[in-house]
């Protein structure tokens, strides 16, 4: 999923980075400072959820705007106020959260 969607972005003028799991990308994130981070809760090592806890004790990127895409109806609920699609993930909602932050 994660090649597919970086695909599509970058065929709509996207720069993308990607990271194999939560912790990867908060490696990545100690040089690359992305304008939006979309984030799958379900990932090896360190999911989504303990992603996100990290990033928000980091105050040097904690402001990354977050969109979590997930299958688990309960994760809208655990993660509010961020933004949430539902997998699967259809094209033009995603494309339009990705708008609304560029």
């Given at each position: 999923?994660?090649?597919?969607?970086?695909?599509?972005?970058?065929?709509?003028?996207?720069?993308?980075?990607?990271?194999?799991?939560?912790?990867?990308?908060?490696?990545?994130?100690?040089?690359l400072?992305p304008?939006?981070?979309?984030?799958?809760?379900?990932?090896p090592?360190?999911?989504?959820?303990?992603?996100?806890?990290?990033?928000?004790?980091?105050?040097?990127?904690s402001?990354i705007?977050?969109?979590?895409?997930?299958?688990?109806?309960?994760?809208?609920?655990?993660l509010?106020?961020?933004?949430?699609?539902?997998?699967?993930?259809?094209?033009?909602?995603?494309?339009?959260?990705?708008?609304?932050?560029?």
């Amino acid at each position: 999923m994660r090649e597919s969607l970086s695909g599509v972005l970058r065929e709509e003028g996207y720069q993308v980075h990607e990271a194999f799991d939560g912790l990867d990308a908060l490696e990545t994130l100690q040089t690359l400072r992305p304008g939006l981070i979309l984030l799958d809760v379900m990932m090896p090592r360190l999911d989504g959820y303990g992603f996100r806890e990290r990033q928000q004790r980091d105050p040097a990127i904690s402001n990354i705007p977050v969109v979590a895409l997930t299958a688990q109806r309960e994760a809208v609920r655990r993660l509010r106020p961020m933004e949430v699609l539902l997998k699967p993930i259809e094209l033009e909602p995603l494309l339009a959260a990705v708008l609304r932050y560029f």
